[in-house]
């Protein structure tokens, strides 16, 4: 029975792409029951844009690869951008979107505010691809490349990537101010927020590894230097002369957004420092140190395993990347493909 609607799906599929190719370039059939993430087919699978965009990853790495070298930390801010996309309202690039008719942008939510960055280059990749491939590409895909082309282009794993995301045509303060995690977030909250995109504890700490590269504000980790617990003092956890490393960057009042790299040892390079500095108590966010210290024994355990083996890490990563990707996605003619990615059509 689901070889036939297999069948009849792709039929139905070759008849769409041939019929509606021009109107709707890339366009798929979401097949019902057997559509949807992790059925018979995703929604989404790496060939979306094959004959619609052929040029579509030498564009993107192309612009990445002069972004990243003119500032390495380029890479891992376009990494965080495809998670606050995908963790507020799904992954429907509602993130780019600038104030405007109607909109009221997740660029001012307490995560994002002074901190989120990456949007000019991607505005860069949106321009080529408009020039390329009009209207083709959507804005979702393109944090989506974006975030997969910074992992390889800081020494990471490359993965096949499931495409064929929509762009939303609303954006959600409250979404990106409630589902984007804390950096004090205790483990358990953790587990809440990443639960709440279905996202499990092996996702959660494979995905914290993207801590590896780049770098946070003081004001992201002062509570962990003068009062961890209300009790005015530091996080115990904290190894003693990464603490006072971070005292001089990060003094008890001002200095907010002085910034510390989240892995200090290599913070350009993506491979799995993050989590060997976890097991010396050099983590710098509290949310980073309680996947080792938390009690609850999954995430602990796996801190170590990817400490040891960063084939393991990468491995992981790569699979949850792809999970993280495939949070409610706009697909078939749900939203619409940007022409600009700050604003809907
Ligand atoms: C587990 C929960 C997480 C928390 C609490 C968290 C929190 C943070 C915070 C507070 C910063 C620094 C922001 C600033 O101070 O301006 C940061 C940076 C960063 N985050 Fe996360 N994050 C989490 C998970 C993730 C995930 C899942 C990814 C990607 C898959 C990610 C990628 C990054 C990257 C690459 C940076 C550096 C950005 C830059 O240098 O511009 N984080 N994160
Ligand atoms: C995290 O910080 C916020 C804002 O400063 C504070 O209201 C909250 O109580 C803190 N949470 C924990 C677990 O310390």
Redesign the pocket.
């Known amino acids: 029975m689901d070889a036939i609607r297999a069948g009849l799906g792709l039929i139905v599929l070759v008849f769409l792409s041939s019929t509606l190719s021009t109107a709707h370039p890339g366009f798929y059939f979401d097949w019902g029951g057997i559509g949807g993430n992790g059925g018979l087919y995703s929604t989404l699978f790496p060939e979306f844009y094959q004959y619609s965009c052929p040029q579509l990853d030498d564009i993107v790495m192309s612009v990445l690869e002069k972004a990243i070298q003119r500032e390495p930390?380029?890479?891992?801010?376009?990494?965080?951008l495809?998670?606050h996309d995908c963790?507020a309202q799904g992954c429907d690039a509602s993130v780019l979107l600038d104030d405007g008719a109607g909109i009221v942008s997740e660029k001012r939510s307490n995560?994002n505010r002074?901190?989120?960055?990456?949007f000019e280059v991607i505005d860069e990749i949106k321009a080529r691809l408009e020039e390329a491939c009009p209207q083709t590409v959507s804005c979702a895909d393109i944090l989506a490349l974006a975030?997969r082309g910074s992992s390889v282009l800081s020494g990471g794993p490359n993965w096949d990537l499931p495409l064929g995301r929509r762009d939303s045509k609303t954006a959600s303060l409250s979404s990106s101010n409630n589902n984007?995690?804390?950096?004090?977030?205790t483990l358990q909250n953790?587990k809440t927020?990443?639960g709440r995109q279905g996202l499990d504890e092996v996702d959660?700490v494979a995905?914290?590894?993207?801590?590896?590269?780049?770098?946070?504000?003081?004001?992201?980790?002062k509570q962990r230097l003068y009062n961890q617990n209300g009790n005015n003092q530091p996080d115990e956890a904290l190894e003693r002369n990464y603490y006072f490393s971070l005292t001089s960057i990060c003094p008890k009042s001002g200095g907010d957004n002085n910034?510390s790299p989240?892995d200090f040892a290599s913070p350009a390079k993506f491979d799995n420092t993050y989590f060997k500095l976890l097991l010396s108590g050099k983590g710098l966010?509290?949310?980073?140190q309680v996947?080792l210290t938390g009690s609850g024994g999954k995430t602990t355990d796996l801190v170590k395993i990817y400490a040891a083996d960063e084939g393991l890490f990468f491995n992981q990563f790569e699979k949850?990347?792809v999970k993280?990707g495939n949070i409610n996605p706009l697909t078939g003619y749900n939203g619409e493909i940007r022409k600009n990615c700050r604003r809907v059509n």
Request: proline share 8%; glycine share 6%; net charge positive.
């Open positions: 930390r380029m890479a891992a801010s376009l990494v965080r495809h998670f963790f995560p002074n901190s989120l960055r990456g975030a984007i995690p804390p950096p004090n977030s953790l927020f990443f959660l995905l914290s590894g993207s801590h590896t590269i780049g770098l946070a504000r003081c004001v992201s980790f910034l989240l966010l509290n949310s980073d996947l949850s990347m993280m």
